[in-house]
Nanobody
Framework: EVEVAESGGGSVQSGGSLKLACFAS????????MAWFRQAPGKEREEVAA?????STTYADSVKGRFSLEKVKYYLYLHMNNLESEDTAMYYC????????????????????WGQGTQVTVSS
């Protein structure tokens, strides 16, 4: 059974940086999609970024140029730079195995494995 767990959230001032980590345990095949989503209070969960097993990545327009993904063994890191108050949210790691990200990666239903989330708060 695949499990993912997030860490690294915290509070930062606008313009600052944070690095989130997602640890994946269990059997992860060579074909997979791992992603970060976020959910702010009163809003729907939205996609942030995703990575395929071949290392290719995709990002939501709202974070392009500011956020980046790094995959190191069992960890998926989300590097967040130039943070804005609009980035305040609970951040979730998600995984889908035996499939690539495809055009559906931005939908939460596409993923069968979720972590508990880690809070990111950006103050202006």
């Amino acid at each position: 059974e695949v499990e993912v767990a997030e860490s690294g959230g915290g509070s930062v001032q606008s313009g600052g940086s944070l690095k989130l980590a997602c640890f994946a345990s269990g059997y992860i095949p060579s074909t997979y999609c791992m992603a970060w989503f976020r959910q702010a209070p009163g809003k729907e969960r939205e996609e942030v970024a995703a990575i395929n097993g071949d290392g290719s990545t995709t990002y939501a327009d709202s974070v392009k140029g500011r956020f980046s993904l790094e995959k190191v063994k069992y960890y998926l890191y989300l590097h967040m730079n130039n943070l804005e108050s609009e980035d305040t949210a609970m951040y979730y790691c998600a995984a889908r195995v035996y499939d690539s990200c495809s055009d559906s990666w931005n939908f939460a239903w596409y993923f069968g494995h979720w972590g508990q989330g880690t809070q990111v708060t950006v103050s202006s």
